[in-house]
């Protein structure tokens, strides 16, 4: 993808969030959080304790001037702590936060999606989907997040299409868009705060890798979209557009970042 070098225009400044999800600097949400920090915003980053282990996030830390808050997201005491203590850091409410948490135990463990394993679905379904619901609805209980802020997901459009190596993620994929949809009715409500879901191309990152023939269909993707793939750093900058001000009137919306993709129904290259 062509580069582009986008200057810092502030569009954050004074705005305040957390981000989940970074691993390494391959991932989606490392490249959100420089991004805000960019722009002005100050961030609090979080991730599963096991995650911590790799270290690599306090490099990202000690980048972005952030705290790091550890959070495994399947346990719900531990999603309302990272919400008092990221409260607590910015001294009252904040703007923003950014759900970028996908792992499937059936995938990893080889199982076949007609062969699965329930309580591993269970886990996977935890872990990707209800994780969003319980990190909003911790902000909502406590009245987290500022009038106008917003809330993004990251997912796939395997929610909506059959990809059969995507296998149970593709369902949790569609639980996280319905999450979106339906808690961006409350929380608009209450608090003029909105909730999306960004559908990103295939990326190259830990998660993404994980799906079998994962470079064979990024190929073919880059071949189906008229804007080639969208990579992490397009996202990223998607997510601060949507962070920001300019798209206040935006909620409850699956927003496809692919390049087209999409709505490609089949172009030369694949047919050639
Ligand atoms: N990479 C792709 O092709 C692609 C495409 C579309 C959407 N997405 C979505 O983007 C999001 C980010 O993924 P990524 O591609 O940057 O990969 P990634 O592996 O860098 O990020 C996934 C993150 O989930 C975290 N996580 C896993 N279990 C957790 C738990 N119990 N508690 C808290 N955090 C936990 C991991 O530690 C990791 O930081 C995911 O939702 C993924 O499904 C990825």
């Known amino acids: 993808m062509r580069k582009q070098i986008i200057m810092s225009n502030n569009l954050l400044k004074r705005k305040k969030g957390i981000i989940s999800g ?30 911590m282990r790799m270290g690599e996030i306090n490099n990202l830390a000690e980048k972005t001037n952030a705290i790091i808050v550890p ?17 607590e850091h910015f001294g009252g409410k904040f703007d923003f936060m950014l759900h970028s948490i996908g792992m499937s135990l059936n995938v990893r463990k080889g199982r076949p999606y007609t062969d699965l394993k329930y309580d591993w ?105 008229p804007l080639g793939n969208a990579d992490a750093e397009a996202c990223a900058d998607y997510c601060i557009s949507m962070f920001s001000d300019f798209t206040k009137m935006v909620t409850m919306q699956n927003l496809f970042h692919d390049g087209g993709f999409s709505f490609t129904g089949v172009s030369n290259e694949v047919l050639r």
């Open 22 to 51: 970074a691993l390494d600097s391959n991932s989606i949400a490392w490249k959100v959080a420089e991004k805000c920090v960019e722009q002005g915003a100050e961030i609090v980053l979080t991730n599963a304790p096991i995650a």
């Open 121 to 225: 679905t269970h886990k996977t379904y935890d872990i990707s989907a209800l994780s969003f619901h319980k990190m909003i609805q911790a902000c909502y209980q406590k009245d987290a997040i500022n009038d106008w802020g917003s809330i993004l997901g990251l997912t796939y459009i395997a929610a909506q299409r059959v990809f059969p190596d995507y296998s149970e993620m593709s369902e949790s994929k569609a639980i996280l868009e319905s999450i979106a949809r339906n808690f961006g009715y409350h929380y608009g409500k209450k608090n003029k705060v909105r909730v999306n879901t960004i559908s990103q191309s295939p990326t190259v990152t830990t998660a993404g890798s994980g799906v079998k023939g994962f470079d064979d269909f990024i190929s073919y993707a880059e071949k189906m979209s």
């Open 71 to 87: 959070c495994d997201v399947t346990d719900n005491d531990q999603v309302l702590e990272l919400v008092d203590k990221s409260m």
